[in-house]
């Protein structure tokens, strides 16, 4: 099977500083494929290098059949990469249903109903709320905006940042649920977590992030069996 997301020899910089030191990783079409690694590894930058946010200094990312590492990050929305980014970062001033029609702002003339109906369906809070400023929302709603608006792009694949970060356990367990619901309905799926049990529970494959560089990769029940892994991200250490 050909990768729908390829990445190889990954460098990114801010100024003198590397952040991201040569990584290379695979998303397969319908796969949950989980990035993990300690604060300060380069998650955050990776995806925002793929997002199209940030340039990297060298390497190749691939996505389908296009070479994405200098487009613009509109485009890169446009070819069906979505990025929810840590913090959320939903408008708090504009309405729930605003947020959610800004998220298929490049489909600015098609008829948006069905798919907000699908959002509030997936989400019954978000239809409840649809008329509120999106800033009242709690935590774990605001999260499920984030997420809802990501997906009102049609994402071929949809890269969460940290998605339970913050989050009461009950959230974090309800938002975990959400993408293990996603990846059920064959979403593509390229997950940043700090929650390491919850997202290689879910995750088909993963990678583990050290000071820019991957240290270790395996199928989710492979991490979660390893030593390494089990010290280090799961608490046992
Ligand atoms: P976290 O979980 O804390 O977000 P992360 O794995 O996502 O961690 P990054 O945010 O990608 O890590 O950071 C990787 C490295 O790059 C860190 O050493 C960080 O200090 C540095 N860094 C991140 N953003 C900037 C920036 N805007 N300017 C300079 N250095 C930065």
Do not use: W
């Amino acid at each position: 099977m050909t990768a729908l997301l390829k990445v190889q020899d990954l460098h990114v910089a801010y100024g003198e500083i590397e952040a991201v030191k040569g990584i290379s990783l695979e998303v397969e079409q319908g796969q949950t494929v989980a990035l993990l690694g300690t604060n300060g590894a380069g998650k955050t930058t990776t995806l925002r290098t793929l997002s199209g946010l940030l340039r990297p200094t060298a390497g190749m990312i691939r996505f389908e059949d296009h070479a994405i590492e200098r487009t613009p990050a509109h485009r890169i929305v446009g070819l069906g990469l979505a990025h929810c980014p840590e913090a959320r970062r939903i408008f708090p001033r504009m309405s729930v249903e605003e947020n959610l029609r800004l998220g298929a702002f490049l489909r600015r003339n098609a008829d948006l109903s069905s798919d907000l109906d699908q959002a509030y369906e997936r989400f019954p809070i978000l239809g409840q709320r649809r008329d509120q400023a999106a800033g009242l929302l709690s935590g774990g709603e605001q999260q499920m905006l984030a997420i809802a608006r990501a997906l009102m792009c049609h994402p071929r694949l949809l890269m969460l940042d940290e998605p339970s970060m913050g989050l009461s356990p009950i959230m974090m367990q309800q938002i975990m649920r959400t993408i293990a619901e996603l990846k059920a309905a064959g979403t593509t799926i390229l997950l940043v977590e700090q929650n390491a049990q919850s997202a290689l529970s879910i995750a088909d494959y993963a990678y583990v992030l050290e000071t820019g560089r991957i240290v270790l990769e395996g199928t989710g029940a492979q991490l979660l069996a390893d030593q390494r892994v089990r010290d280090t991200y799961l608490g046992e250490g």
